[in-house]
């Protein structure tokens, strides 16, 4: 005969709790906060706004090609110490918007939509990874903030794509803000920054999830350090390709 923990008929109450909540009074779009969220807690004219990258795209970012080489020019001036790259949308219109609005605005239930559209994202590109590491803050930054918007994302990633959530990561060195800054002055930036360690990484393909990707200097300089910790590859994953 099955048995029952004591939490689990209170988490079931909720559960149901939720979804005739739900039915009675629909969520609305995180994005508009007026119509009812449909997809990826966002309304339909929302979603459809989202900028997509047009093909060909390139295999290292996961952005925009023009097709002349096999990967884009941002990519061609930087060594790239992760696999293979997936961006979700571009760094414009609707995604700027809703990324700054959580990383700035503090609008935390943005990280809900924000993580589904990365897991679509990433079952559709069809690559395997057996761990999911967010991009860490440094400790100063995320007490500044309350939170680190990778991390809550890359929780919502993690719970819809089944791959296993870790943070092996470490932001050791309190930078700059890169916002503005040129590729030189973004690696200078980020020079002994992260550190990673962890068994768990040993052998494994990490999927790394920032928000946003410009030069890539974050995303190698983090890179990096989860493959010197024994991950054997890394797949950059980004919610936005400026």
């Not at 990826?40 to 459809?48: E, Q």
């Not at 962890?198 to 493959?227: F, P, Q, Y």
């Amino acid at each position: 005969m099955t048995t029952f923990s004591r939490a689990y008929f209170p988490a079931l109450a909720a559960s149901l709790g939720e979804a005739v909540a739900d039915i009675l009074d629909p969520p609305l779009c995180a994005a508009c906060g007026m119509e009812p969220a449909e997809k990826h807690s966002l309304c339909g004219k929302c979603l459809d706004s989202i900028p997509l990258p047009s093909p060909p795209l390139c295999p290292l970012c996961g952005g925009e090609n023009d097709g002349l080489f096999d990967a884009c020019l941002e990519c061609l001036k930087m060594d790239r110490p992760w696999s293979k790259g997936v961006a979700v949308a571009r760094m414009d219109g609707l995604m700027a918007s809703l990324i700054r609005r959580l990383k700035y605005g503090g609008e935390t239930a943005i990280a809900r939509a924000l993580g589904s559209l990365a897991a679509e994202k990433w079952l559709e590109a069809g690559i395997d990874a057996d761990l999911a590491v967010p991009m860490p803050a440094h400790w100063t930054r995320k007490i500044l903030r309350g939170f680190n918007q990778a991390d809550l994302t890359a929780t919502v990633f993690s719970r819809l794509s089944n791959i296993p959530l870790r943070r092996p990561l470490k932001r050791i060195k309190p930078t700059p803000k890169q916002a503005g800054l040129d590729r030189a002055a973004r690696l200078r930036n980020l020079e002994n920054a992260f550190t990673a360690r962890g068994s768990a990484l040993s052998g494994k393909t990490v999927v790394l999830l920032d928000d946003v990707m410009t030069t890539g200097a974050t995303m190698s300089a983090a890179a990096n350090a989860l493959l010197e910790a024994g991950a054997e590859k890394v797949v950059a994953l980004s919610l936005a390709r400026a």
